[in-house]
């Protein structure tokens, strides 16, 4: 059997990193399995689902890497799910209620009074055609409630019903059936809830492993009793745990943190996102891994905790700064030229900067600084503008190479006696406009005898 697994985003928002977290996952599992990979659109909420936003979903995706092996949308198999509904209605596994949410509420609170779990009591069973006629007459209209086989003869008797799996990622779990209220599959206008399109999808797509977050791990025994219910052999099922922020919060679609989108605008590294997303909360280091090869030698997923992965959000910086460093040109030349870095200095250039820089995109700033002028964001005194006039003096003739800086400043020590961060500093000035910055031994045959004689003036 191939190893077959999806990730199965609702087209609602942006995605976040928590989403992000489900995908590789599950795209690890499968490239560790040789399996296969597909994207599914859960779009049957049609009123809040955006065609942009499933554009942006795959655009995520692929920016890290991850290509599916099969798109499909649930908005385009409506004809599936109506065949299923169908068909556990025949068998009477699917029946209409026509509470209003405030009765359901009421009810509810009854029960809780009572010190009875708050679970719906299938008073919808006990309804006469007459009754379903009254009903209709006043212009409800039924949601359906999906039976759940936890009982022996009478679905007012329920007993303890035991679903087992083997978790891919939790090991052993078990849910009792009769803790469970019977799950809505269709809403009162018609429109599927997640549960049914999910299950008759996971059928005909040939899905062999779900993997999804720990919030999760309840329905599950719902779904494999639809699974059974639809003649189908369930799917192996795993549950990781989830991503919250340092205080605790989760993460929304709807405020947009986190987002995949906002964090690729603000230049963090694909594979720091990657990194974090699917190391933390597990028992390997959260360190920044270079490929997705070596993220699937990694991944196991029975090393994920049972607990909630906090992490904080600056993490993702100093993971992302770290791969920058560590990055050869060839790896970053196309997006260099981009940034207008190019010819036959870009691979000194960038061997030059990448160590000071927070994002590839900063490389561009330090190009100016090197072909056109200086920054502006510090100034010499007085005495130091004398002191870099003097030090133009001892610089040695071209060519220049990385021993040049060494050689020069050794000159400038001998005669004039300055030293440490009072020789050096008003060097760094001059030459580059700021305080910090990459080392000026790869900067200066960068800029050439000619442009530096002429700063230093």
């Not at 891994?289 to 997923?301: H, K, N």
């Not at 790896?331 to 200095?345: C, D, T």
């Not at 994002?359 to 005194?381: G, M, N, Q, Y």
Request: proline residues 5%; hydrophobic residues 40%; glycine residues 8%.
């Amino acid at each position: 059997m191939t190893v077959t697994v999806r990730f199965a985003p609702s087209p609602t928002g942006h995605i976040h990193i928590g989403n992000i977290r489900t995908a590789l996952f599950n795209w690890l599992f499968a490239r560790k399995n040789d399996g296969r990979f597909i994207l599914r659109f859960d779009d049957t909420d049609v009123e809040r689902s955006r065609r942009e936003y499933a554009e942006g979903i795959a655009r995520d995706l692929s920016w890290l890497g991850i290509e599916p092996d099969q798109t499909v949308a649930q908005s385009a198999r409506f004809d599936r799910y109506d065949r299923a509904a169908e068909r556990l209605k025949s068998a009477g596994l699917l029946y209409p209620c026509y509470e209003t949410p405030e009765e359901l509420e009421r009810r509810r609170r009854i029960r809780l009074s009572r010190r009875l779990p708050p679970v719906y009591g299938r008073e919808a069973l006990k309804l006469t055609d007459d009754d379903k006629a009254m009903y209709e007459a006043e212009g409800r209209k039924p949601h359906w409630r999906f039976l759940l086989p936890n009982f022996s003869q009478d679905p007012f008797a329920t007993r303890r019903t035991e679903m087992h799996w083997d978790d891919v990622v939790r090991g052993p779990q078990t849910v009792d059936l009769a803790s469970m209220s019977d799950p809505v599959l269709i809403r009162a206008d018609g429109t599927y809830l997640y549960t049914l399109p999910s299950v008759v999808d996971d059928i005909e797509l040939g899905v062999s492993h779900i993997i999804r977050g720990d919030d999760h791990v309840t329905n599950t025994g719902a779904q494999l009793a639809l699974f059974r219910a639809l003649d189908a052999q369930p799917p192996a099922f795993g549950h990781h745990n989830l991503l919250t922020t340092a205080s605790g919060e989760g993460l929304s679609k709807r405020t947009g943190a986190l987002s995949i989108a906002s964090l690729r605008e603000a230049g963090i590294e694909p594979m720091a996102v990657a990194s974090l997303a699917v190391l933390i909360g597990t028992s390997e280091n959260v360190t920044a891994v270079t490929t997705m090869e070596e993220l699937v030698a990694l991944f196991e997923p029975t090393s994920t905790s049972k607990s909630a992965a906090k992490f904080d959000p600056a993490e993702l910086s100093g993971l992302s700064r770290h791969l920058i460093q560590a990055m050869s040109f060839d790896q970053v030349a196309e997006r260099l030229s981009g940034l207008g870095i190019a010819g036959h200095e870009a691979e000194a250039f960038w061997l030059a900067v990448r160590g000071n820089l927070e994002r590839v995109a900063d490389a561009s700033v330090w190009w100016r600084i090197v072909k056109d002028k200086p920054a502006d964001d510090a100034t010499l005194t007085v005495e130091d503008r004398g002191f870099v006039h003097e030090a133009a003096q001892y610089l040695p003739p071209e060519p220049w190479d990385s021993e040049t800086w060494r050689l020069w400043t050794a000159e400038i020590k001998s005669g004039t006696g300055r030293k440490g961060r009072s020789l050096f500093m008003p060097l760094r000035i001059a030459l580059t406009g700021r305080e910090q910055g990459p080392e000026l031994a790869g900067l200066l045959p960068l800029l050439g005898r000619e442009e530096t004689l002429a700063r230093l003036s």
